[in-house]
């Protein structure tokens, strides 16, 4: 009893909106100590990279974060675009405005609309602080798993056993994959919304993601063990969400 009480408080006390999709979330650090453990991360990723400072490719990455981060809402991030010589298929933007693009996306990527769609995803995550919230569920899930631990504590071992196994087990599928997966469509949607700010073609997004699945050769796991969306539902989702990222390229952008 004790613990559930303590876990509506820390919910309850912790709740803040996330930009853009006003959508309720668990945060329980300062933006202030989630850009400094960005900040240490980044270094560390730079330091053990080879980061590309010049050519076509380098300028591209920074003109397009910097036109995706002006149309973005406004954290007081302080900004920087690398572009990381790795055959990895990736990017990340880390809480604080410290983006990397990985030189193996840039072919699937194929062009400046296509990278604006995954530097605005990534860019969305840090914007919607999903990493932070994700420190937040694990947290609110270890306290109940604790508690479920004290409450099945005079059973045998082999029966705690399987209670405390099946309770891992929707933890995961129950609770973190599904956030997860949530988290993916709402940075999704929140960069197609920046794209079209930026005026960029929003229209390169389902397309993008046709190129991704032909890049993997369709593998992966089934969508409810995965910490993804499928490729198959998040064009799905672009393309409901279109009509309205259309209509602001139009009204920003006269395009």
């Known amino acids: 009893i004790l613990a559930a009480l303590y876990m509506g408080y820390f919910y309850f006390s912790n709740r803040q909106t996330v930009p853009l999709t006003g959508r309720k979330q668990l945060v329980d650090i300062s933006r202030e100590q989630e850009a400094a453990l960005g900040l240490q991360s980044y270094r560390q990723v730079i330091q053990q990279s080879r980061v590309v400072r010049d050519g076509q490719a380098a300028q591209l990455v920074r003109d397009v974060g910097q036109k995706i981060s002006a149309v973005a809402e406004d954290p007081g991030f302080q ?4 572009l990381i010589s790795d055959d990895q298929v990736n990017a990340f933007c880390l809480p604080g405005g410290k983006v990397a693009v990985y030189s193996g996306i840039l072919p699937v990527a194929k062009n400046a609309d296509g990278l604006a769609v995954i530097m605005g995803h990534e860019i969305a995550h840090a914007i919607a602080r999903h990493g932070a919230e994700r420190m937040a569920q694990q947290k609110l899930v270890q306290i109940g798993t604790m508690a479920a631990g004290v409450a099945v504590s005079d059973m045998d071992d082999r029966s705690r056993m399987a209670v405390m196994g099946a309770l891992g087990m929707g933890a995961q599928y129950g609770i973190m994959l599904p956030f997860s997966r ?7 949607y929140m960069g197609l ?7 960029f073609d929003p229209t390169e997004a389902p397309k993008l993601w046709e190129r991704m699945g032909a890049a993997s050769g369709g593998k992966g796991p089934a969508e409810f063990a995965s910490t993804h969306p499928s490729n198959a539902t998040r064009i799905r989702q672009f393309q409901e969400w279109m009509p309205e990222a259309l209509k602001i390229r139009r009204e920003k952008c006269g395009q």
């Open 79 to 82: 900004w920087e675009y690398n």
């Open 193 to 199: 919304i920046y794209v079209a700010r930026a005026c």
């Open 182 to 188: 949530e988290h993916e469509s709402e940075a999704d």
